[in-house]
T-cell receptor
Framework: DVKVTQSSRYLVKRTGEKVFLECVQDMDHENMFWYRQDPGLGLRLIYFSYDVKMKEKGDIPEGYSVSREKKERFSLILESASTNQTSMYLC????????????FGAGTRLSVL | GNSVTQMEGPVTLSEEAFLTINCTYTATGYPSLFWYVQYPGEGLQLLLKATKADDKGSNKGFEATYRKETTSFHLEKGSVQVSDSAVYFCALIDAGQGGKLIFGQGTELSVKP
């Protein structure tokens, strides 16, 4: 079974802090994704990565950056957290572009105070 | 652009009732369609998918048929159980944008004994 692990289930941070959300997958998947989930809005794509050191902006990249130094790890960075970034963050991975199933982690619920 | 619209929730049903969750989409071409489910406290799991018109996806008693003429992919189950209580997301894959998933807003289902 594919396993996508997000390092924290819950995080509480203060406005202005730099926040790192970590995601690791164990299936040697090429593609990884970060989504944000908010009530009534579904999931919105923040960033995705086709391969190591590659990244593409999604629909809502403002205020976020990402890092993919190793194939199994994809980090989401909030450079200066703000209260409107309080949300559930979900990481996903996919074997490759020709494969259309994404596997999700359990999510990190981030509260910015 | 491509989009997915789901019926609003929450939906509350009694055990053994019939379930329909409506999903319609707007897309160029013929995208693959998915239903994902999110149980309380967990990430999203793929429930079923269909890759071309008239395909029927099925899993765990749930079914959905890809209807090109009505651009719909409604989720149905003949007899729901308490354990089906979850949030259900309809999604399509946008091959033109790196194969990203575009989600509907989610429909919360609550099944009472």
């Amino acid at each position: 079974d594919v396993k996508v692990t997000q390092s924290s289930r819950y995080l509480v941070k203060r406005t202005g802090e730099k926040v790192f959300l970590e995601c690791v997958q164990d299936m040697d998947h090429e593609n990884m994704f970060w989504y944000r989930q908010d009530p009534g809005l579904g999931l919105r794509l923040i960033y995705f990565s086709y391969d190591v050191k590659m990244k593409e902006k999604g629909d809502i990249p403002e205020g976020y950056s990402v890092s993919r130094e190793k194939k199994e790890r994809f980090s989401l960075i909030l450079e200066s957290a703000s209260t409107n970034q309080t949300s559930m963050y979900l990481c996903a991975s996919r074997e490759g572009l020709a494969k259309n199933i994404q596997y999700f982690g359990a999510g990190t619920r981030l509260s910015v105070l | 652009g491509n989009s997915v619209t789901q019926m609003e929730g929450p939906v509350t049903l009694s055990e053994e009732a019939f379930l329909t969750i409506n999903c319609t989409y707007t897309a160029t071409g013929y995208p693959s369609l998915f239903w994902y489910v999110q149980y309380p406290g967990e990430g999203l799991q793929l429930l079923l998918k269909a890759t071309k018109a008239d395909d029927k996806g099925s899993n765990k008693g749930f079914e959905a048929t890809y209807r090109k003429e009505t651009t719909s992919f409604h989720l149905e189950k003949g007899s729901v159980q308490v354990s089906d209580s979850a949030v259900y997301f309809c999604a399509l894959i946008d091959a033109g944008q790196g194969g990203k998933l575009i989600f509907g807003q989610g429909t919360e289902l609550s099944v009472k004994p």
